[in-house]
């Protein structure tokens, strides 16, 4: 191992590493991990594979989830409480919402590092829209850029007081997708003005955060590649709106992206992502891709090495206090 990260973020097939991962993982030294409902069948598997993947690399790396609530949501009873859509949870504690949020995350912070996992891929700043697309629109916090920023302050403060890092996502904004780039890509035609004061605008408040994930969108009045493969876009996220944390591509192997997965790796870096988000287990995928994007660069790694000092440190918390406070939020509750 090097003194700089493999420039991925990995991702194990099944429930225990194999030989042949645990070779893999130890020489490409990714920067971290990210399970899925796959990887995850009782919480003493969960705790030694996590122990497993950083064990490979030496180091207490990161591994994330996707623990948003509603339809994504990796973690189910009994491993974690089940929780509805961010959007509804939003509309049914009204003007309570923001303080709802922030306690629904401490406890999800509580129940991922109770089994050895200490990032979650939220808060999820798309501003919703009326022709947003199903995948996605549920997921939001809102309509409106106030109340996307506001409650997603509150998401990112409940996992980082719980020791969770949050990572910002889709930059810079997926709301006017009306595609899931999971299988197509979408095209926005927005006009500059409204991606300013809408879509890009929610995310300036969260300029310093440690991590932030890209979109498979294209944004075609200002480039015609996805956001994650383009330069100019990448330079917008970076300057425009002002991100200085590690920034990470969605699932590179989604549909919206062409080529090749290691072609879509290149691309990715060379746009000026820090680190390729691969999902999937493929090895062979994860070898092709790790051949291809090898170590970070200079920047990157101080960028990786930034948002790893910044966890706080995580105070002693009465989790069945906080449930209890939630509940009590909701109107009519005595």
Request: charged fraction near 25%.
């Amino acid at each position: 191992m090097s003194d700089t990260f493999g420039a991925a973020i990995l991702a194990p097939l099944g429930t225990r590493l194999t030989g042949a991962e645990r070779r893999f993982f130890a020489d490409a030294d990714p920067l971290g991990f990210i399970l899925f409902a796959r990887n995850l069948e009782h919480a003493d598997q969960i705790r030694a594979l996590t122990a497993e993947l950083r064990d490979s690399v030496g180091r207490e790396a990161p591994i994330f989830i996707d623990q948003e609530g509603g339809r994504v949501q990796r973690l189910r009873p009994p491993l974690a409480r089940d929780w509805l859509p961010p959007l509804d949870d939003v509309a049914r504690y009204g003007s309570h919402a923001a303080r709802a949020m922030f306690l629904r995350y401490r406890i999800i912070a509580a129940e991922l590092m109770a089994l050895g996992i200490d990032g979650n891929c939220a808060p999820m700043l798309d501003v919703a829209r009326p022709e947003t697309h199903p995948f996605l629109r549920n997921r939001c916090y809102g309509d409106s850029v106030e109340s996307v920023a506001e409650i997603g302050i509150s998401v990112a403060q409940g996992l980082m007081q719980g020791g969770v890092f949050p990572v910002v996502k889709h930059i810079p904004g997926h709301g006017l997708a009306q595609l899931d780039s999971h299988r197509d890509l979408p095209r926005i035609t927005a006009s500059r003005d409204t991606l300013e004061t809408v879509d890009f605008a929610a995310f300036r408040p969260f300029r310093d955060m440690a991590f932030g994930m890209t979109a498979h969108l294209v944004f075609e009045r200002i480039a015609p590649e996805p956001a994650t493969t383009s330069p100019e876009m990448i330079a917008l996220i970076r300057e425009d709106l002002g991100f200085n944390g590690l920034l990470m591509t969605d699932d590179i192997s989604m549909e919206a992206l062409s080529g090749s997965v290691s072609e879509r790796a290149e691309a990715s870096l060379a746009a000026g992502c820090d680190c390729i988000l691969h999902c999937n287990g493929d090895i062979t995928e994860m070898l092709a891709i790790m051949r291809r994007a090898g170590s970070m660069t200079e920047a990157a790694q101080g960028r990786a090495e930034a948002a790893l000092a910044s966890r706080p440190t995580v105070a002693e918390v009465d989790i069945a206090g906080l449930a209890a406070d939630l509940e009590a939020l909701l109107p009519g509750a005595r």
